[in-house]
């Protein structure tokens, strides 16, 4: 699994690999992205194996613009007003799926629905582009680890498993994108991610947070999980502890102290998020966790944090 700078030639490569039916990691502006030709079954198929992911949940299909989203799944005014105004980015669309299209049955894992996604990042935006196929793309880590958001990640957890892993740097956002469902007739937040709620409930309306592993199966109560302990909310250090933090006035005592923003900002805190989880994990078996405020972005982060601390036996 050879590791190599994004540029021309080795995006030209990956894009052959997709079109070969191999998988291929690549940085997105949210996430690194495991990908395959979301056309292929066997392909799709190989996702699955490779991250060890349970085959009811459904991936995302990465797509070059809204025309050929709409080839793909059917949009309501709502969806079509979503991704007018979010696309190219971090927001991705559950949408019903079009009949008899050439799109894998697996990508949706049974279900009557396809996730679609416009990504903005210049490698996954060039990759779309030379290989002209839809591209199905779940976090390229092992399932219900910690996502990656620089290339070592994706070696680390998935290494042998890829064709191609292209290295664009860290990943600008860091926390994946937000999905939203456009199913019934009013919209549902599915996932929070790297778009915030608010600004989707300008363009959207009110937003529901559904419930339950139908709607979205990939919301796992245990997810993102570090191999340490991980004690939310904590205001102080027990001995032994790392400590992840947030803003200037925090509890002394930690072995190590990894600061998701020193200016308490949430974007910086979204960003360094999975890549202090990484670093905490490989030097304690401990880490506590001061609180993150709850608006914006925090939601996101906060989510991710409750599924990284839920007990493991549970997926
Ligand atoms: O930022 C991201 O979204 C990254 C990058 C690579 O694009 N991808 C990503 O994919 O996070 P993944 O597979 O790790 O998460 C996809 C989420 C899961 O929670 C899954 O259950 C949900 O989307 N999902 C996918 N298809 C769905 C569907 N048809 N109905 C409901 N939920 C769906
Ligand atoms: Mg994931």
């Not at 990956?14 to 979301?38: I, K």
């Not at 198929?45 to 299909?61: C, E, H, T, W, Y």
């Not at 620089?150 to 290494?159: C, I, P, W």
């Not at 020193?262 to 030097?283: C, G, K, T, W």
């Amino acid at each position: 699994m050879p590791v190599l700078a994004a540029d021309r030639a080795t995006i030209a490569r990956a894009a052959e690999l997709l079109r070969a039916g191999r998988l291929v990691a690549f940085p997105t502006e949210t996430v690194y992205g495991l990908g395959a030709d979301a056309s292929n079954d066997t392909a799709v198929a190989d996702i699955f194996a490779a991250k060890g992911r349970p085959s009811f949940n459904p991936l995302i299909v990465h797509v070059a613009d809204l025309a050929q989203a709409e080839q793909l799944g059917i949009f309501s005014e709502t969806a079509r007003r979503l991704a007018v105004h979010f696309w190219p980015g971090a927001l991705t669309l559950v949408v019903p799926r079009r009949p008899h299209i050439d799109l894998s049955l697996l990508v949706s894992a049974g279900l009557e629905t396809v996730a679609l996604r416009v990504p903005s990042a210049p490698v996954i935006r060039a990759l779309l582009d030379r290989s002209g196929r839809p591209i199905a793309a779940p976090s390229a880590n092992r399932s219900g680890l910690i996502s990656p958001t620089r290339a070592e990640h994706v070696a680390e957890s998935l290494g042998v498993q890829v064709d191609l892993i292209l290295d664009g740097g860290p990943t600008p956002l860091g926390l994946e994108s937000t999905v939203i469902g456009c199913v019934g007739a009013d919209p549902v937040m599915l996932r929070p991610g790297a778009i915030a709620r608010e600004e989707l409930e300008a363009i959207a309306g009110p937003l529901r947070r559904a419930q339950g592993a139908i709607l979205s199966p990939g919301q796992l109560a245990s997810h993102y999980a570090p191999r340490a302990k991980l004690r939310l909310g904590a205001r102080s250090v027990t001995r032994g502890e790392a400590l992840i933090g947030f803003g200037t006035d925090l509890p002394s005592g930690a072995s190590h102290v990894f600061n998701l923003s020193p200016r308490a900002d949430l974007r910086e805190a979204a960003a360094n998020l999975f890549a202090m989880l990484h670093a905490a994990d490989a030097v304690s078996t401990q880490i506590a966790v001061v609180p993150i405020p709850a608006h914006g972005l925090g939601e996101a982060i906060n989510d991710r944090l409750a599924r990284a601390a839920a007990p493991k036996d549970v997926a």
